[in-house]
Each structure stands twice: as C-alpha cells, then as structure tokens.
Nanobody, 122 residues
Framework: QVQLVESGGGLVQAGGSLRLSCVAS????????MGWYRQAPGKQRELVAY???????VYADSVKGRFTISRDNAKNAVYLQMNSLKPEDTAVYYC????????????????WGQGTQVTVSS
C-alpha cells in the first residue's frame, strides 16, 4: 500500500557530490523512521543514515561529516546529501521507511525502495 521511489543516483568523480531523494506514496498517516542503506557488490547491506520523525538522526561512522540526511514529513520524503564522495561509497543505495501507519490504529510495518546506483570514480 506504500511505495518508495528513489532518485538522484549517478556517476561522479571522487570528491564530488550527489543528492538522493526518496518519496513515499500511498496510504500514509505517518512514518516513524526514514533512512538510507547501501549495498556494494559482494557485501552485505549496511546502514548509511536514518532520521526519526522528530528530527533526530544517526549516521554510520564511515559517512559522518560527509553525508547529511534530512526529511520533509509533509511530503513523506527523505533526502541524502553526499559530499566528498569516495570510491568506497560506490553501491546501490536503498531508501527504507519504518513504522508506517495507515491510520492512528493501523500499522503498516516497513517498506524498501528499489534502489539507486551511486558510482564514484577515482
């Protein structure tokens, strides 16, 4: 009942920047947590950053100081500004919404986006 659509991935040189966007659509009353994960070839999916509806955010150590996560609750959107990109940031980036509510009483669980490729060349 809820879909996430990511955009903004692409190819960038090391030291460059990209901004990822993710918009949730469907039957949404509220979303508790929205975040970004990434998966590089041959590696497990890992947390990049997440932001709670109240605004508190958490980052992986590997991206602290370089990436900034933000959300627009009115648009059910989350963004990831990625600066000073490194080749090791190359991965498919996935958006995730946790704690979805369809209404005050209806809990919807969590949903993943389809992913967007980020490639950083050296």
């Amino acid at each position: 009942q809820v879909q996430l659509v990511e955009s903004g991935g692409g190819l960038v040189q090391a030291g460059g920047s990209l901004r990822l966007s993710c918009v949730a659509s469907g039957r949404i009353f509220s979303i508790n947590v929205m975040g970004w994960y990434r998966q590089a070839p041959g590696k497990q999916r890992e947390l990049v950053a997440y932001v709670i509806s109240g605004g508190n955010s958490v980052y992986a150590d590997s991206v602290k100081g370089r990436f900034t996560i933000s959300r627009d609750n009115a648009k059910n959107a989350v963004y990831l500004q990625m600066n000073s990109l490194k080749p090791e940031d190359t991965a498919v980036y996935y958006c995730k919404a946790d704690g979805i509510r369809y209404s005050v009483r209806e809990y919807g669980g969590n949903v993943w986006g389809q992913g967007t490729q980020v490639t950083v060349s050296s």
